[in-house]
């Protein structure tokens, strides 16, 4: 990756901490445009929590964020949606009672000139996506508490690549997949990687992250281990990041 | 609520092999649900009534003046009902909506009897319209502080509310001193129905026709919109199948209410004061639709439209679905929960002018129990505890099951301990039919 443009997304010594935990201490990663950045680590080692504070559904302690070079204000999720930044949750965050169509548009509903929601516009709308990302999917008049989980997925994945995201974050998005729909997300990401899109991708599987990714950034304790060229490292030397914690080349631990 | 769970023709229409009456079900789109309760509140009418024919030699149930009034009786607890959906949907309980319906009525008897005849002169034309927003907003703003306690102070809405039961039942008291506050205004009183309180056969022939043609509006529209964007269509007949039978609803409501004639001796009075002769065999005034009724129709229409056509609606299903998704969506839960229940304050207030005016007078007892009520209806409904499901029309038609069965049962002679133990069971029955329904629909 040559790094001498602008990063899409620039955090700086982000830290946040709950009930004298440090979730998150001091840790700094970035992204440029049509870029992968794999985030690595154990569970409770704070990827989530990092990424939840670019999404917005948390607020950092102290730190700074940029996006395009400049700083970004990002309070709750509306602000990071402002910023074009999508979230792809591991549960995936959506409301098993309504159909794709109200999921996708949660929060951004069409409306018809006179104020009122436009159900059959976003219908539409979401037919259309669908037709590209997942042209199997059918139901549409049902509440995805119906869907399996690759059609779930497909709906989570639709509402970030329809409102044109430019920084998508992905936690774990291929968990809860069978090895068709597994496939369907890598094609999917490398598709949206040729678009100029920056992904942030929360994986434990290292075969993704080697696959998938031009840098993974490994954290540990809360603490940021360090981040690597993919494309530099071996499975070990991830795997050595993760577990011991320390960095390629190094023989005592870095953290 | 729904009876349908025992026949097998209404569950199965997504199966492949599709018998008549389902591949009318799904041509019409019409909700098997919607058809279980109206089925069930059928099957209740004509039981009283057969019931009243043959042990009483008399049925009383399916008369013009039973229904009209059932109506009447149905709007306080069926307005209150259309805002406790919300509060359920997104897994909340509201406990004090009966006394603070009783707080509102005092509030509004104070404003109307001891303070404003005294500013203004008894019977100026302002004094029911300033009582009533003072009881809207009265119950706007302590069911916004409800509101705020649940969502910005994490307390349970179980406890807020049930101290909410007493708080407002005392303040209630205090305010009226324990005493009984009338006469209300003449005005207000109409909002609480009576022969004066009803719009007549005219009017009610008005309000029909407009009803139907707003049917026919939305069947037409809703078939161009599906044009516009080359969605499957319903067939023509099924089209003209639901707006002919909700004309006919409409038209047959609007029979009804007219083909009840005011009492004998108001008609007296009437006549008297207006310098009618009444005629040979005297004469027939129409009660048409009363106000109260008018108010519920008008409530549950504007909060159908709310649900299902505006954000706020979306948004109070998706709180209901999935708390944490609605608030990474960039939904402000905490403000909806807000404004959700200053929503039910509000209601609880309208409703608190129905009832005290249908009393002609405001008490600090007023609406005891009716919290009971209110989540009995929507519970029927199908309004479910969990979280995320439930329709104004059911709670409405919930409000309505449930006092046919207490009218009924007045009406056949049961004494009160036989109609809480009915009532009381049907809401489990209700529930548990439910539960049968759903996981039959999966």
Redesign the interface.
């Known amino acids: 990756m040559t790094n001498s443009q602008t990063p899409l997304v620039d955090m700086r010594n982000i830290r946040i901490s709950f009930g004298g935990v440090h979730a998150v201490d001091d840790v700094s990663v970035d992204l440029y445009p049509g870029e992968v950045v794999g985030l690595l680590g154990h569970n409770g080692a704070g990827k989530s929590t990092l990424i939840k504070i670019l999404s917005g559904a948390y607020q950092m302690d102290s730190g700074e964020i940029y996006v395009d070079g400049k700083q970004a204000v990002i309070r709750n999720p509306r602000d990071a949606r402002a910023h074009n930044i999508e979230t792809i949750y591991q549960t995936l965050a959506l409301a098993d009672n309504l159909d794709a169509a109200s999921n996708l548009f949660l929060g951004r509903e069409l409306t018809t000139p006179l104020g009122m929601v436009d159900d059959d516009a976003m219908e539409a709308e979401t037919r259309k996506i669908m037709a590209r990302l997942n042209p199997n999917f059918k139901k549409f008049k049902d509440p995805v508490s119906a869907l399996s989980g690759g059609q779930r997925q497909s709906v989570a994945i639709a509402r970030a690549v329809y409102f044109n995201a430019r920084i998508l974050i992905m936690d774990e998005p291929t968990a809860a997949l069978g090895p068709h729909e597994t496939q369907m997300v890598s094609e999917l990401i490398q598709q949206l990687k040729a678009e100029g899109i920056g992904i942030f991708l929360i994986s434990h599987d290292i075969h993704d992250v080697m696959e998938l990714c031009d840098r993974a950034s490994v954290m540990k304790n809360g603490k940021l281990v360090g981040t690597v060229d993919v494309k530099d490292v071996t499975d070990d030397d991830l795997l050595s990041m993760i577990i011991l914690g320390k960095r390629p080349g190094e023989d005592t631990p870095a953290v | 609520m729904s009876d349908s769970t025992t026949t097998p023709t209404s569950t199965d229409t997504r199966q492949p092999a599709k018998s008549a009456v389902s591949r009318f079900l799904q041509a019409t789109e019409l909700d098997t649900r919607l058809i279980g309760m109206i089925g069930a509140l059928a099957l209740i009418w004509i039981g009283f009534h057969l019931y009243g024919q043959l042990v009483n030699g008399f049925g009383a149930f399916l008369t013009p003046r039973n229904l009209w009034n059932l109506s009447v009786q149905t709007a306080s607890v069926g307005i209150m009902a259309c805002g406790m959906v919300l509060v359920i949907i997104t897994r909340h309980i509201d406990l004090s909506v009966g006394s603070l319906l009783g707080f509102c009525a005092v509030t509004m008897g104070v404003t109307q009897v001891w303070i404003l005849p005294g500013l203004l002169g008894i019977g100026h034309p302002l004094i029911w319209i300033i009582a009533v927003i003072v009881g809207l907003i009265t119950g706007t703003l302590v069911g916004a502080l409800h509101g705020w306690l649940v969502a910005y102070r994490n307390i349970p809405a179980f406890i807020v509310t049930l101290g909410g039961l007493l708080v407002w039942r005392g303040a209630a008291f205090l305010i009226a001193r324990g005493e009984t506050i009338s006469p209300v205004d003449e005005t207000f009183k109409l909002l609480g129905g009576g022969p004066f309180g009803a719009i007549g056969a005219t009017g009610s022939w008005i309000v029909g026709l407009i009803g139907c043609a707003a049917a026919i509006a939305m069947v037409f529209f809703g078939r161009r919109?599906?044009l516009?964007?080359?969605?499957a269509l319903r067939p023509v007949w099924a089209d003209v199948f639901i707006a002919g039978l909700s004309c006919s609803a409409i038209i047959g409501a609007v029979l009804l209410v007219n083909s009840y004639p005011w009492p004998k001796g108001i008609v007296k009075r009437y006549a008297a004061e207006n310098n009618i002769i009444i005629p040979e065999g005297g004469l027939f005034i129409s009660h048409g639709f009363a106000i109260p009724v008018l108010i519920l129709v008008a409530v549950a229409i504007i909060m159908t439209?709310v649900m299902?056509?505006?954000?706020f609606?979306?948004?109070v299903?998706?709180i209901?679905?999935?708390p944490?998704?609605?608030?990474?969506?960039?939904?402000n839960t905490k403000l909806m929960t807000v404004k959700i229940f200053a929503l039910m304050g509000f209601l609880a207030g309208l409703s608190a002018a129905v009832a005290s005016a249908r009393l002609g007078s405001a008490t600090n007892a007023l609406g005891t129990l009716d919290e009971l009520y209110v989540i009995a209806a929507a519970v029927i409904g199908g309004t479910s505890l969990a979280g995320?499901?439930g329709t104004i029309y059911g709670a409405v038609l919930g409000a309505l099951v449930m006092q046919s069965l207490q009218t009924g049962m007045v009406l056949i002679g049961f004494d009160a301990a036989i109609q809480q133990i009915v009532v009381g069971s049907v809401l489990v029955l209700a529930v548990y039919l439910d539960n049968l329904y759903r996981r039959a629909a999966?």
Do not use: C, D
């Open positions: 919109q599906r516009r964007f080359g969605f439209i299902s056509r505006t954000r609606g979306r948004y299903y998706a209901g679905g999935n944490e998704a609605a608030a990474l969506a960039g939904i995320g499901v999966k």
